[in-house]
């Protein structure tokens, strides 16, 4: 669920870093675990805010953010309860997307400037699909992250679910509509 390879974790960084002089936009981690992945990307300059739903690893993460000038924000919140469907106030680890981004300081740009955010998370393989299916319907309705302006996701996902997003046509046994939907609304690239 979380990296724990030192080596591992800088192939990552820099398959995140942004090449060139400028501001690095705002990186949200998901379940970062014990946050080797996370110091390796403070280590490189990058702002990080960590999204951790097990409290097991929130006081060495937000040991961290107490030692850093800023550099990093620690909130207990599972990505995957992001705007939940249901009404009233939210019980955590559920978070709500403006009041995340709120904290992390990220304003709404148009869809035409560049991310304001890139979000770095390994997906559960438990319900893969379906969380798949929720980032898309979000997408296409322009609604919880993607109120923000385009966002760019950078996701470990199974082997199995990268051959349905990536399939072609003919390929009977993954072309299939998330296929479709995915490949107009996402560019997919293969970072590593």
């Known amino acids: 669920r979380f990296i724990a390879c030192p080596r591992l974790a800088r192939t990552v960084q820099q398959c995140l870093q942004r090449p060139g002089p400028g501001p690095q936009p705002a990186l949200l981690e998901f ?8 110091q390796t990307l403070l280590d490189a300059g990058i702002r990080v805010v960590a999204l951790e739903s097990n409290l097991a690893y929130l006081p060495k993460l937000q040991s961290l953010e107490k ?3 800023g550099q990093l924000k620690v909130i207990y919140g599972d990505f995957f309860r992001l705007d939940p469907l249901v009404t009233g106030t939210l019980k955590p680890p559920a978070v709500c997307s403006e009041k995340l981004f709120e904290t992390m300081g990220v304003a709404a740009v148009p ?9 770095f998370g390994i997906m559960p393989h438990t319900l893969e699909r379906n969380r ?3 980032l898309l319907f979000g997408l296409y309705e322009c609604n919880s992250l993607y ?7 950078n ?9 349905v997003l990536t399939a072609k046509p003919g390929q009977t046994w993954a072309y299939q509509a998330l296929t479709v939907l995915t490949q107009i609304g996402c560019e997919i690239e293969l970072l590593h």
């Open 132 to 134: 798949l299916w929720r």
């Open 111 to 119: 869809w035409r400037a560049d991310v304001p955010l890139r979000i």
């Open 31 to 38: 379940a970062p675990g014990p946050g080797i992945l996370t």
């Open 147 to 153: 109120k923000y302006g385009r966002v760019e996701l």
């Open 155 to 163: 996701l470990f996902i199974s082997e199995r679910e990268y051959m």
């Open 67 to 69: 030692s850093l000038d």
